[in-house]
């Protein structure tokens, strides 16, 4: 069984549209994130959410929204893409306590044509 | 400003090898330091952690030291092969308390039959 899996893996579309990444966990864990990549791989948090709160990157533009309709999932929405948007998207989880560890999905390659 | 850094060179060593990655930071005072694995197309996968007050930690072909001094830990592969090809990357807990760990860029390491 996949512990965080996320669909799609590949996602493809024109500058300007709305999409989804979607993003599951049955590891239990309290906390879920997403992460975006970058083509120099870095790894940066975006948001970090439980049930007690959202914690944003200030940096992250409001665009970007997370959505959790329960504790197992947390799915990512981008409105009005933009090419700068290009990068490897990951969802994780862990339980929110220092030093655990975190658990990531395989990604999402998002292209912005 | 806080900052992570790992070589952003590729390490090519040979089977057999002892493959010795480094992770330096600046401006933290991390209580712990994760190691993970990162496969092509995959999310990381988490290897190791070790606290402030361990000087080493030892799993199977892994080793792990954290130098609270020098602010570095070594990453160190004994017996590599070929599968242990991938990107390693650092990451620390930041400063105040958040349970969110920073990442490294990666280390990609590559051993040569």
């Known amino acids: 069984d996949t512990a965080v899996s996320q669909t799609p893996k590949y996602l493809v579309t024109q500058m300007g549209n709305d999409k989804s990444i979607k993003c599951e966990q049955n590891?239990?864990?309290?906390?879920m994130y997403w992460y975006k990549q970058d083509s120099k791989k870095f790894l940066k948090i975006m948001f970090s959410y439980n049930n007690k709160e959202l914690i944003i990157n200030e940096t992250v533009p409001n665009r970007f929204s997370p959505k959790s309709p329960d504790k197992a999932h947390l799915n990512l929405h981008i409105n009005s893409l933009e090419l700068g948007d290009s990068a490897v998207y990951f969802c994780a989880s862990s339980q929110a306590e220092s030093n655990q560890p975190q658990h990531f999905g395989d990604g999402t390659r998002l292209s912005i044509l | 400003s806080q900052k992570i850094e790992q070589n952003s060179e590729a390490l090519n060593i040979q089977e057999g090898k002892t493959a010795t990655l480094t992770c330096n930071y600046t401006n933290y005072s991390p209580a712990y330091l994760q190691w993970y694995r990162q496969d092509p197309g995959r999310g990381p996968v988490f290897l190791l952690l070790?606290?402030?007050?361990?000087k080493e930690k030892r799993k199977e072909r892994l080793k792990v030291t954290f130098d609270t001094t020098l602010k570095q830990s070594l990453f160190h592969i004994t017996a590599s092969q070929p599968a242990d090809s991938a990107t390693y990357l650092c990451?620390?807990?930041?400063?105040?308390?958040?349970?969110?760990?920073?990442f490294g860029r990666g280390t990609s390491l590559i051993v040569h039959p």
């Open positions: 590891l239990g864990h309290d906390t």
């Open positions: 990451a620390l807990d930041p400063s105040g308390g958040s349970y969110i760990p920073t």
């Open positions: 070790i606290r402030e007050n361990e």
